[in-house]
């Protein structure tokens, strides 16, 4: 699928007043799935499917992959399932009712992960998800934290992280993409 048709059918599924990842975080994401064709990606915070859907999106385009999303909400994740659902995409992803560190834990290894956690992506969570992810994330592992612009809980555990080369942290949109590659 074209990245435009891609783009329009996620916008399409959800509604304007959604707390989502932009279209240019969201193609932001597909894109460095694409490039590094991990077989194993990891969301936390899956809220309504938003991210989801891209990283699934790029997982089918390449072929390869399977996406593993949480979040403690019921309501939100029985959204996101309807939404996955409709884009034509949930056999790319599994979703689990639990918090990111349990996930991440039940994974014996991690080639991607997009942090996203809690209503405010406060440090108490978004640190413990980076330390539950560090010893399964093997040399050139990809992890993106959402929201370092907004939050800086988010801003801190990027700070924090060594072992990684750092790229555009104040990326171009509002809320920002802290991006990590392993070392």
């Not at 707390?19 to 077989?39: D, S, W």
């Not at 969301?43 to 399977?66: F, P, Q, R, W």
Request: aromatic share 8%; with cysteine; net charge negative.
């Amino acid at each position: 699928m074209g990245a435009c048709n891609m783009l329009e059918k996620i916008v399409g599924i959800v509604t304007q007043d959604s707390v989502c990842v932009n279209p240019v975080e969201g193609m932001t994401l597909y894109g460095l799935v694409r490039k590094h064709r991990p077989a194993v990606v990891v969301e936390t915070g899956t809220n309504i499917g938003c991210s989801t859907m891209y990283l699934a999106e790029a997982v089918k385009d390449n072929n390869e992959g399977h996406v593993y999303t949480a979040d403690t909400s019921i309501k939100l994740l029985k959204d996101a399932r309807t939404n996955i659902d409709r884009a034509g995409l949930i056999e790319y992803v599994t979703i689990r009712n639990s918090t990111g560190v349990a996930m991440i834990e039940s994974l014996e290894r991690v080639d991607f992960a997009f942090l996203d956690s809690g209503e405010h992506h406060e440090y108490e969570i978004v640190k413990p998800e980076y330390e539950a992810l560090v010893p399964k994330m093997p040399s050139g592992s990809v992890l993106v934290m959402h929201d370092p612009n907004w939050f800086a809980s988010v801003r801190r555990v990027y700070d924090e992280a060594e072992g990684w080369v750092k790229i555009n942290y104040q990326y171009p949109t509002e809320r920002g993409l802290g991006i990590l590659i392993k070392q």
